[in-house]
């Protein structure tokens, strides 16, 4: 029920930043969570990954029903909320595909991404576990000490990690299911920012802070995308 309310008020929250932004910048690659006992966690956090690129100021006003069924509950938030509205749209001749090797992982494998952008931009990538992380915790996982330059020239993919000649030191993304999780599944997730110029993003942001550190770079001078996928125990 805890679980339910909590996925409720994001999709509420999702709902009302999508009448200012938009529906698709909201409608991201984000992976169906597959079907084990407990996919309301995973459900929670897409919907909450979902929402990272728009900005709710302040809830003015949350109202919540539950309205109970013979084994199961319903619950529903009604909300009204303040939200800091882009002052410029986006730049169309600005975006990038993102795609990753897998979609569902065993533990030790390797993850690589690779971006396709239409135009020359700074990437910066951000992973969320949240299975192992406190709260809503992003870590910046590129660039990095083994791999500092990330521009991106127009029309020309981008592997990362990145090939020998484009490296300091040759390193891996190597996918880990948490030791202290006994689902069959979990889930993680990327938060890719490009930007027109360099932005020196920190290493770690909690939720609030990174939406903070968004909302400053203009509109039409950045673009985020999500991926997630899922880890198999084994």
């Known amino acids: 029920e805890t679980k339910a309310c909590a996925l409720a008020l994001e999709n509420a929250k999702k709902n009302s ?123 910046k996982i590129f660039p990095n000490i083994n791999e500092s330059n990330n521009k991106i020239e127009k029309n020309k993919k981008k592997k990362i990690p990145g090939e020998s000649s484009e490296v300091h030191k040759k390193y891996n993304f190597v996918v880990e299911y948490p030791n202290k999780e006994n689902k069959k599944y979990v889930d993680e997730y990327l938060v890719v920012v490009a930007t027109k110029n360099i932005v020196n993003f920190v290493t770690d942001y909690d939720f609030k802070s990174f939406q903070d550190i968004i909302s400053e770079i203009p509109n039409n001078e950045y673009r985020t995308k999500k991926m997630s996928y899922e880890i198999l125990k084994n």
Do not use: H
């Not at 006992?37 to 006003?61: A, F, M, V």
């Not at 951000?126 to 992380?133: A, I, L, N, R």
């Open 17 to 139: 930043l999508t009448k200012v932004y938009g529906e698709k910048i909201f409608s991201e690659d984000l992976m169906r969570c597959s079907e084990t006992d407990d996919d309301t966690q995973c459900e929670l956090n897409k919907s909450t990954i979902s929402t990272i690129n728009g900005t709710i100021k302040k809830i003015k006003n949350k109202k919540r029903s539950l309205e109970r069924q013979e084994g199961y509950s319903i619950c529903r938030f009604e909300i009204v909320v303040n939200i800091v509205q882009p002052k410029q749209k986006k730049d169309p001749n600005f975006d990038f595909n993102i795609s990753i090797n897998n979609k569902l992982f065993r533990n030790g494998e390797e993850l690589t991404i690779l971006i396709e952008p239409n135009a020359t931009m700074f990437i910066n990538i951000f992973q969320w576990q949240p299975y192992t992380s406190t709260g809503i915790s992003l870590t």
